[in-house]
């Protein structure tokens, strides 16, 4: 059976999210949504990826975004070069790098934060299902 996760995120400003979002991720828009029963909304993705983040925005009663700097997307880059881009790609697009929480993603990684405070941490390593262990 296959999988497909989606990240839903309230957000103040969808035009932003959107923006920062593909340019520091190399995300596309995959659908989009306007003043559905009172909420709109963008879904941005890669290609083949079994993930996309859904940001929306409810015109009626505005929820405010809360992450805690524990809520983390993280993305596993093990290829040194293509991680250095894609950080630099982060920086580019506007979002802020910022000291991990957790000390143990600034080992080999870099944390990000958007303008709403969601964090996204960039990891120069594999995913090793057997560490998580």
Not at 3 to 24: E, F, M, N, T, W
Not at 91 to 118: C, I, K, M
Request: one cysteine or more; aromatic letters at 12%; proline letters at 6%.
């Amino acid at each position: 059976m296959a999988h497909h996760l989606r990240i839903a995120r309230p957000v103040s400003d969808l035009a932003k999210s959107q923006a920062i979002y593909c340019l520091g991720l190399s995300l596309v828009v995959i659908s989009h949504f306007e003043d559905h029963a009172g909420f709109s909304g963008v879904m941005l993705g890669a290609a083949d990826s079994g993930y996309h983040f859904e940001f929306t925005a409810c015109l009626a009663h505005p929820v405010q975004p809360t992450p805690t700097p524990e809520d983390l997307v993280v993305f596993y880059l093990p290829d040194p070069s293509q991680w250095s881009r894609a950080c630099g790609r982060m920086l580019n697009a506007g979002f802020s790098r910022v000291a991990a929480f957790n000390p143990y993603w600034d080992e080999r990684g870099q944390t990000f934060e958007d303008h709403d405070g969601y964090r996204v941490v960039l990891q120069n390593a594999a995913w090793d299902s057997s560490a998580a262990l």
